[in-house]
């Protein structure tokens, strides 16, 4: 679901909305709908726009993640920002609450990424494998509780869920996500991922920007955590 109070940034060019879990992104096979559609809605309601209104989607973020996701209002700003994209001038930071915490505690995981598109499902290979693209992040762990530590992940490369198979992959599975490795799953399906902030410059101003997303307020122990690093 979508709601107003979701727009954590926006103008005339950009817009940021922080995703509730189990939202898709884009419409894809499934025919749900999708976020975009949504806020499309959303905006044609609120401005009262004759025709169609435009939004590109600038990332996706996987269908059980939370979080920051960038759109562009225009195509202007479309362009330029799939150009930083490529150009990996766009920053990704997530936070993750994983099972087990990290050995080292910080440091950066360079892996190939072994895409399956029967089962919609990555694997983390240590060496060139077949049509496997390298996959980077840094990370650092944040805090822990009893059970559960929390990482901060900040992407170098974006691949087909690549930080759910980087840490599986260093055995500290994330938590609630079943299909890669997680002891159980989480309440509302979800898994405890959370597109934390994204960083750029600005298409039209050129001026730097960046957006931090709540995590999501429904989850206490999200909640617990962020009020700890605080």
């Known amino acids: 679901m979508f709601s107003p109070d979701d727009i954590l940034y926006e103008d005339n060019h950009?817009?940021?909305?922080?995703k509730r879990c189990g939202d898709l992104v884009q419409p894809d096979k499934s025919g749900?709908?999708?976020?975009?559609d949504r806020?499309?809605?959303y905006l044609k309601r609120r401005d009262s726009k004759p025709g169609e209104?435009?939004?590109g989607v600038v990332h996706r973020i996987d269908r059980p993640v939370s979080g920051a996701v960038l759109f562009a209002k225009t195509s202007k700003a479309l362009a330029r920002l799939n150009e930083m994209i490529r150009e990996g001038r766009i920053g990704k930071r997530y936070w993750a609450l994983t099972?087990?915490?990290?050995?080292p505690e910080?440091?950066?995981?360079c892996h190939y990424i072994l895409r399956d598109g029967k089962t919609n499902r990555s694997k983390a290979c240590d060496a060139p494998k077949g049509d496997a693209k390298q996959a980077r992040l840094r990370y650092a762990t944040l805090g822990a509780s009893a059970r559960y530590t929390l990482v901060e992940i900040e992407l170098l490369t974006g691949r087909?869920?690549?930080?759910?198979?980087?840490?599986?992959k260093i055995g500290c599975p994330i938590r609630g996500d079943l299909k890669y490795g997680a002891r159980r799953s989480n309440p509302d399906g979800g898994i405890s991922l959370h597109s934390r902030s994204v960083s750029f410059e600005h298409p039209v101003r050129h001026e730097p920007g960046a957006v931090t997303a709540p995590v999501p307020s429904s989850d206490n122990l999200w909640t617990y955590f962020e009020r700890s690093v605080r």
């Open 160 to 168: 087909h869920h690549q930080i759910r198979a980087q840490l599986s």
């Open 106 to 109: 910080s440091g950066e995981l």
């Open 32 to 36: 749900g709908s999708a976020l975009e």
């Open 14 to 18: 950009l817009l940021v909305v922080n």
């Open 99 to 103: 099972e087990r915490r990290p050995e």
């Open 53 to 55: 209104v435009f939004l």
């Open 39 to 41: 806020i499309k809605a």
